[in-house]
């Protein structure tokens, strides 16, 4: 049975969320952006507060009236406070330093009931921070992304990187780039790979997949190739109009030839764990 298509770039495009710089710290109420400031004054601890990974969500209440806190443990004196008072809102504490406060203001629920949680989806060996901004579906999630930056040795602070959809399983490839895949049916999908530039997310290409058993689409433009039990191809659709130049043009930017990136990426062995 084929669940019902999701569109990758309208559904990054409807949830996107604009980083404002804030003047004060975690205000209450009325923003529309993410928001971050830094200072280094120390706080005392009110109560002991669960780990985030020992939490989880329900589409009812309101978010804002599920009085959600948690943190979660980013390296060895590193701890990052989370609160839904807003939604969301995160304090960085460095040995009990408060280092940084920022917001993800979202009132969304994402369909897995997530909080916001670390994952390190580059294979760094630094998680980034990861915050569910939509509701989703069967295709994946929306999500921001936000970066450790500064640690360790400096100042550490996140910085926010950008934002993807789909699901939280990422590979990597040889070249070092990243990325995660999103459903198109039960038996096909996509995986957006990036790359970092200047701490930000920059899209490098997007690859097509299929399971072998599903008869691939007769005007589809793929020249299919085949790893393991997945059918993998270059997206080459222009939608939105001027897509596929965009894509072509990253592909350039990042030193790969178009004309050889399928073969490039489409044959290494993260591929064929994608439907085993």
């Not at 980034?128 to 901004?133: G, P, R, T, Y």
Request: a negative charge; glycine letters at 10%; proline letters at 6%.
């Amino acid at each position: 049975m084929h669940f019902r298509r999701f569109d990758l770039r309208a559904a990054m495009v409807a949830i996107s969320v604009t980083a404002v710089a804030a003047a004060g710290g975690c205000g209450s109420g009325g923003s529309t952006g993410s928001s971050t400031s830094t200072s280094a004054s120390a706080t005392a601890p009110q109560q002991v507060s669960p780990s985030c990974p020992n939490v989880s969500i329900g589409f009812q209440p309101k978010l804002q009236d599920q009085h959600v806190r948690c943190v979660l443990q980013v390296a060895q004196n590193l701890i990052l406070d989370v609160s839904s008072a807003p939604a969301w809102s995160f304090t960085l504490r460095n040995a009990g330093v408060v280092a940084q406060e920022f917001r993800e203001p979202t009132a969304e629920i994402g369909e897995t009931g997530e909080v916001p949680l670390l994952q390190d989806i580059d294979n760094s060996g630094a998680p980034e921070l990861l915050v569910v901004i939509g509701r989703g579906g069967t295709g994946g999630e929306p999500m921001a992304v936000w970066r450790l930056t500064g640690w360790p040795g400096q100042q550490p602070r996140f910085v926010r990187a950008g934002q993807l959809f789909g699901f939280r399983s990422f590979y990597q490839t040889a070249e070092g780039y990243f990325g995660n895949y999103a459903h198109s049916s039960a038996a096909s999908g996509t995986v957006q790979l990036y790359r970092w530039v200047d701490d930000k997310m920059v899209e490098v290409a997007l690859l097509d997949m299929q399971v072998v058993s599903t008869r691939p689409d007769p005007d589809s433009r793929h020249d299919w190739l085949r790893n393991g039990n997945v059918l993998c191809g270059l997206n080459n659709d222009d939608y939105p109009e001027g897509s596929r130049a965009a894509r072509t043009a990253a592909l350039q930017a990042a030193g790969i030839d178009p004309a050889t990136a399928a073969q490039r990426f489409c044959t290494q062995p993260w591929v064929a764990s994608i439907y085993k």
